[in-house]
């Protein structure tokens, strides 16, 4: 078979980009799940994170704009009647030990419950991990668009509009744009909320991927308590949260197109994915490889194979024997035919065809003494 224009020049010049042409078209046509390994899994989430951060906090603040990006939130909301951050933050802000605790949640359980959660599939449901590690990252990557092209100060740091800065007055370390950490970081990445985005993710997976009820009830609760704190502190509009909200469907949607199912439609475990009569190949990774065919399906392993038969021995050629005569057919008869004997008057024993004979001629012969 001829091979194309592009494949015959590969081949011909060493075949490496054809090697590599194939390689990608192998990978774009096999995008089930790989199994983890925790090193890479870890040094991917560390990589990634810096990436992001440096990626965030290089992003041109523009104080201005983000001042007008607000302001223009905030007439929005009003316009809609929903204009509630200021009230929120204000009566959370009265009870201090409830602010207080607002304040550390913010800061920590942002990352504690998203590491908790990848720890937790990855343990538990290796299978759909990559699928939900994937919807994770693809989420806070979309995010950095939302920071590059639309900064937006977020409300305690608006003009003239009367927010209360919950970790500045209190005194608390909450939050990564207050305080000494405003130096290093960027206070006008406010849209979209990755607070909630990530929350929502965590709230998502915990509720498709978890057994027991009460634990789909706590993540179902994360999110919302999340968006509780996060207009309570006044580092966030509402509206931020429909944006984290979006981000997270475009992390859904990329998981799915790639891995061509949800997470939860994915099998929790390797070994529900492979099954009995399967074996890895080291050359094409972890991915699972039947043994046998569709056409040829296998025996069962407490049945032995049936044996092939032996070959048949040819049959021996027909010799045509004449037909006896009259004669050789009863002396056949006579040889063929068992003797029968019986006692004589003597006790002796004598063939039964001679008995009549032998008794007739003694009886006409006398006894010789």
């Known amino acids: 078979m001829a091979m194309p224009d ?13 090697a590599l042409g194939r390689r990608v078209r192998r990978a774009l046509q096999d995008r089930s799940p790989r199994r983890p390994r925790i090193w890479f899994e870890i040094a991917l989430i560390g990589v990634s994170y810096w990436v992001y951060s440096l990626i965030r906090n290089a992003v041109p603040e523009h104080e201005a704009t983000a001042q007008n990006h607000a302001r223009w939130i905030w007439d929005a909301q009003d316009a809609m009647g929903l204009a509630f951050e200021r009230t929120v933050n204000h009566a959370f802000n009265d009870v201090t030990w409830l602010i207080v605790g607002m304040n550390y949640y913010y800061a920590t359980l942002h990352f504690v419950v998203t590491i908790a959660v990848l720890v937790w599939i990855y343990r538990r ?6 699928a939900v590690r994937t919807t994770l990252f693809a989420t806070t990557a979309v995010a950095l668009v939302g920071y590059y092209f639309y900064p937006l100060a977020p ?37 979209p909320s990755m607070h909630i985005g990530w929350s929502a993710w965590c709230g998502v997976i915990i509720l498709l991927l978890a057994k027991r009820r009460w634990v789909k009830v ?42 061509r199912a949800h997470p939860q439609q994915l099998p929790a475990t390797f070994a529900e994915r492979e ?17 046998t065919t569709a056409a040829t399906p296998p025996a069962p392993a407490d049945v032995a194979a049936p044996r092939e038969p032996a070959p048949k021995e040819p049959a021996p050629a027909a010799v045509t024997v004449p037909a006896p005569g009259r004669a050789q057919r009863e002396h056949g008869e006579r040889a063929g035919r068992p003797e029968r004997t019986e006692h004589t008057e003597r006790g002796a024993r004598m063939p039964v065809g001679a008995s009549a004979v032998g008794a007739q001629h003694a009886e006409g012969e006398p006894e010789k003494s």
């Open 218 to 259: 706590l993540g179902v609760l994360y999110p919302a308590v999340t968006l509780v704190v996060i207009v309570a502190t006044a580092n966030h509009f509402w509206l931020d949260a429909v944006g984290g909200l979006l981000c997270l469907g475009f992390g859904f949607g990329l998981a799915r197109w790639w891995f």
């Open 275 to 291: 099954g009995p009569g399967t074996r890895r190949d080291a050359s094409e990774g972890p991915a699972a490889v039947p043994q």
């Open 6 to 18: 592009a494949e015959q020049q590969a081949s011909q010049s060493g075949g490496v980009p054809s």
């Open 155 to 191: 409300p305690r740091l608006m003009d003239g509009m009367d927010f209360v800065d919950t970790v500045v007055v209190h005194g608390t370390w909450g939050s990564m744009a207050s305080g000494d950490m405003a130096n290093v970081s960027n206070q006008y990445a406010a849209m």
């Open 125 to 130: 449901q290796p299978g759909r991990y990559a």
